[in-house]
């Protein structure tokens, strides 16, 4: 049952640790054919959501493909010298943070009340502690913030004015929360409130928006983009694997756009959208209330736990039969402690890339997509 849902769905499997791209759609699971050891190990993702190829323009689409390839690189730098799986992790997240494509840090979704609240969470699998941050306001890196807690407090989740406050005592960048706010956002919170509507917010002084579109034609195809690119989500996630055999990982999400009373999704929650141990990490993005619900992270590492189950299995058990089933939407990245990375969505896209010590950088944007080979291994590939 849930096979024939992920064939209809051509969802990918992605054997990192085989030297050229081996991407083949999901029947049950096959074993890569004699993997190379794996050393390091990262995959991302930026968000799931509509991401139809007719939807984004060449140059959005080759934006986004750059700016995922941009994040492997810095995370693989890390790991190819020998850098833990935690530093890979957040050096590779706050450059996704400062991304204005993707709904975290710079370029976050909006509240309905006008300002940015950011959440994340960060998790080392080698010893399960975690640390956590929602509704922060003012700290440019939420994913440091989280790495903080962590590391330097009792605790494991913080919200609002005091995440900030121990941002400032531990000298993290503060910014104001405006700096987080750019015209494309304000455009689709204005949108997804006048749909609703609310009442807009006073506009954050010298946000310059671009003008609005005049034809019905135009302001037709606005509310199209809006729409889309609000399910798009955006969420940034970060696993990785280093070479002592230590699994990480990192989320952060501005949330959804025009959201309201405090609301925190599932990213910063340990457990839904953010979990390591030992053997299991995984990221994920989507409507936060579902994964919220199934606990979808851990979910996915209690199923690769059952003896004879494959990771794409695990992750597709929990994405297509449990998500899926509740009405749900959205994708993880999940890697395990040998550095296999896998991906699951049922969404029609999910920005994401993997790399490995065996196999080069791919991009992928949609869900049937295949070989998302990056630079010369792209250039190499065979037509
Ligand atoms: N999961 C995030 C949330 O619900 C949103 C996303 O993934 O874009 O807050």
Same mark, same amino acid.
């Given at each position: 049952m849930i096979w024939r849902a992920a064939v209809a769905t051509g969802v990918l499997v992605l054997a990192c640790g *085989?030297? *050229?791209?081996a991407a083949q759609t999901t029947g049950p699971a096959t074993a890569p054919a004699a993997a190379a050891p794996v050393t390091w190990s990262l995959a991302i993702h930026g968000g799931a959501g509509v991401i139809e190829r007719s939807r984004l323009t060449p140059e959005q689409d080759q934006a986004y493909r750059a700016a995922l390839s941009e994040a492997l690189a810095v995370g693989a730098a890390v790991l190819a010298r020998g850098g833990s799986a935690l530093d890979a992790v957040e050096a590779t997240a706050r450059l996704m943070e400062d991304? &204005? =494509?993707?709904?975290?840090?710079? /370029?976050a979704a909006i509240g309905a009340d006008g300002t940015v609240t950011l959440d994340a969470a960060i998790m080392d699998g080698s010893n399960q502690k975690a640390g956590a941050v929602a509704? *922060?306001? #003012? #700290? @440019?890196h939420p994913i440091s913030l989280a790495r903080q807690v962590m590391e330097?407090? @009792?605790?494991v989740f913080l919200i609002g004015a005091g995440a900030d406050q121990l941002a400032r005592e531990r000298g993290l960048e503060q910014v104001e929360n405006?700096?987080?706010?750019t015209p494309r956002r304000w455009r689709m919170l204005e949108q997804v409130l006048t749909e609703d509507g609310l009442p807009l917010p006073p506009r954050p002084p010298g946000l310059d928006l671009p &003008?609005?579109? #005049?034809?019905s034609m135009a302001g037709a195809q606005l509310a199209e983009d809006t729409r889309s690119v609000e399910s798009r989500f955006g969420t940034i996630g970060v696993v990785a694997r280093d070479s002592a055999g230590r699994l990480a990982v990192g989320t952060t999400t501005g949330g =959804?756009?025009?959201? @309201?009373? /405090?609301r925190v999704g599932d990213a910063p929650v340990i457990g839904a959208g953010t979990w390591a141990d030992r053997s299991c990490a995984v990221s994920a993005t989507g409507t936060g209330e579902y994964f919220l619900r199934l606990t979808v992270a851990r979910a996915i590492c209690f199923e690769a %736990? @059952?003896?004879?189950?494959?990771l794409q299995q695990a992750a597709d058990t929990v994405i297509h039969r449990d998500l899926t089933g509740m009405g749900g939407d959205g994708g993880v990245i999940v890697m395990n402690a040998a550095g296999e990375a896998v991906f699951s969505l049922n969404t029609e896209g999910m920005y994401r890339g993997q790399v490995s010590s065996a196999a080069p950088a791919r991009v992928m944007i949609?869900?049937? %997509?295949?070989d998302g080979l990056v630079g010369t291994a792209a250039a190499a590939r065979p037509h």
């Open positions: *085989v030297g *050229v791209a991304n &204005p =494509l993707f709904n975290a840090g710079r /370029g509704g *922060v306001m #003012t #700290t @440019r330097t407090t @009792r605790h405006s700096w987080f706010i &003008p609005r579109p #005049t034809s =959804l756009t025009g959201k @309201r009373w /405090g %736990e @059952r003896p004879g189950t494959s949609y869900a049937d %997509e295949a």
